[in-house]
């Protein structure tokens, strides 16, 4: 008797809960726009706009869009790593965008370190207010199209 065919239907219907996606940098850009800055003179939007490939879902990207939030407070340790948005998945395409606001100290930071040059690509963590169901292989198991709450963000950048 072969048990082959059992031990792979019970790996595939193997799923777990998961709150962070895991991403690889493939690409990331700076936008910088002059006509949404006030009249008064204030800074012109920021914004930074990476392309990624999901690491712990399969067969997937993500375009996330990191802003500094104006109204962080800006000496807080703690205010540095919290961020606050939301990713929006897509059920008929693998497709996830994230837009995520965190204080500008930590965003002043995380452009300064990213423009170093690295051979490696930079992987960068988001952390999810509710769990997503991923099987073993990789496979996100939703029905219609997602929006979950962003709690926190974490890069990992190359230095050498």
């Known amino acids: 008797?072969?048990?082959?065919?059992?031990?792979?239907?019970?790996?595939?219907?193997?799923?777990?809960?998961?709150?962070q996606i895991n991403m690889s940098?493939?690409?990331?850009?700076?936008?910088l726009d002059g006509s949404s800055?006030?009249?008064?003179?204030?800074?012109?939007?920021?914004?930074l706009k990476i392309n990624c490939n999901l690491k712990n879902i399969a067969r997937g990207q993500c375009a996330v869009t990191i802003q500094p939030?104006?109204?962080a407070a800006e000496n807080s340790g703690a205010a540095e790593t919290v961020a606050n948005g939301q990713l929006h998945i897509?059920?008929?395409?693998?497709?996830m965008t994230a837009a995520v606001s965190v204080s500008t100290?930590?965003?002043?930071?995380?452009?300064?370190?990213?423009?170093?040059?690295?051979?490696r690509p930079m992987e960068l963590v988001l952390t999810l207010e509710d769990p997503l169901a991923v099987s073993l292989d990789g496979d996100l198991r939703i029905?219609?199209?997602?929006?979950?709450a962003i709690t926190g963000i974490a890069a990992t950048i190359p230095v050498k």
Not at 2 to 18: C, D, G, I, L, Y
Not at 105 to 119: E, G, I, P, V, W
Not at 143 to 148: A, C, H, L
């Open 143 to 148: 029905d219609s199209e997602t929006i979950i």
């Open 69 to 71: 939030r104006a109204d």
């Open 105 to 119: 100290h930590y965003f002043d930071q995380l452009t300064r370190y990213m423009s170093k040059a690295s051979s």
């Open 90 to 95: 897509f059920v008929d395409r693998p497709l």
């Open 37 to 47: 800055a006030a009249l008064d003179g204030s800074n012109p939007a920021l914004a």
């Open 25 to 31: 940098v493939q690409m990331a850009d700076i936008s």
């Open 1 to 19: 008797m072969n048990r082959k065919p059992f031990v792979a239907e019970a790996k595939a219907s193997m799923w777990h809960q998961t709150d």
